[in-house]
C-alpha cells in the first residue's frame, strides 16, 4: 500500500515538470518568431521552420528531439539577427 503511495505521489510530482517543458519549448518557439517577424533572410526561415518541427515532435510525444530542433532553431535565430 505504501509502495502504491509513493508511485502516485511521484507521478503527481512528475506531471507539472512535463508541463513545464511544453510551455518553455512553445515559447521559446514563439519568442523566436516574434523576435524575426519581417526578416525573410534564409536563417530566420530555417528558424521558424525548426521552430514548427520541434512543437510536432513534442506533440508526438519526442521531447529529446523537440529540444534539439529548438535550440538549432535559437541558433539560426541568432544568425538571422545579424543577417536583417
Do not use: C, W
Not at 7 to 16: Q, T, V
Not at 31 to 52: F, M, Q
Amino acid at each position: 500500500m505504501r509502495f502504491i503511495f509513493i508511485i502516485m505521489a511521484l507521478l503527481a510530482f512528475a506531471l507539472p515538470a512535463q508541463a513545464a517543458l511544453f510551455s518553455t519549448i512553445d515559447s521559446r518557439g514563439d519568442k523566436i518568431s516574434a523576435e524575426l517577424k519581417g526578416n525573410n533572410s534564409y536563417h530566420a526561415y530555417l528558424a521558424r521552420d525548426l521552430t514548427s518541427i520541434a512543437s510536432s515532435e513534442y506533440d508526438e510525444g519526442d521531447a529529446s528531439a523537440a529540444r534539439v530542433f529548438i535550440n538549432k532553431a535559437e541558433a539560426e535565430a541568432a544568425k538571422a539577427r545579424g543577417t536583417k
